[in-house]
Structures are given as C-alpha cells and as structure tokens.
C-alpha cells in the first residue's frame, strides 16, 4: 500500500509489555512476519479495526495479518505521529 502523498509515517513505539516479547522472538520469520505488519500499520495506522471500550482510554485497534498470522493491538496518539503497540501475537 502507497504511502499518502505528502503523508509521513507513523513512528512506531512499545509498551514496556509488548516490548518484552519482542524479546521472545527467536526466528527471521517470526521477526519478518511482525515487522511486514508494523510497516503496514506505520504506512496507515487507521488500517486495524476498532475495539470497543470506553472513552477513559486510548482507543485500541486491532490489526491482523492473516497471510503472516499476526496479530497486533495497538493505540495511535492524537496527531497519528506515533502508534504505540501494546501486544503482539505470533
């Protein structure tokens, strides 16, 4: 998918418990499929689905790549500059 023309992509950051299993990733195929997928999230991160919640936190969003089998929630700051991923499922 082409980025918007003059749009940036998002920066991509972690939570302190996503981060910790990216640490459990131990093949080039685990780390390809999840960084396929965190591409396609920073190119256009309003590209997973809604989940519901309520309105005292961040709405999360789900993204799921079938293709890769991996799924991704993951919340985008208010000027959609940054998509910080909260869990990651391989």
Not at 21 to 29: F, H, N, P, R, S
Request: aromatic share 6%; net charge negative.
């Amino acid at each position: 998918m082409p980025p918007r023309p003059g749009h940036k992509r998002a920066r991509i950051a972690f939570s302190g418990s996503a981060a910790k299993q990216l640490e459990d990733l131990t093949t080039e195929a685990e780390i390809h499929a999840l960084d396929r997928a965190l591409v396609a999230i920073s190119v256009d991160p309003e590209l997973g689905e809604p989940i519901p919640g309520d309105s005292t936190h961040p709405e999360l969003r789900q993204y799921t790549d079938e293709i890769e089998a991996v799924r991704i929630l993951y919340w985008v700051t208010a000027l959609q500059t940054v998509v910080v991923v909260a869990y990651v499922e391989l």
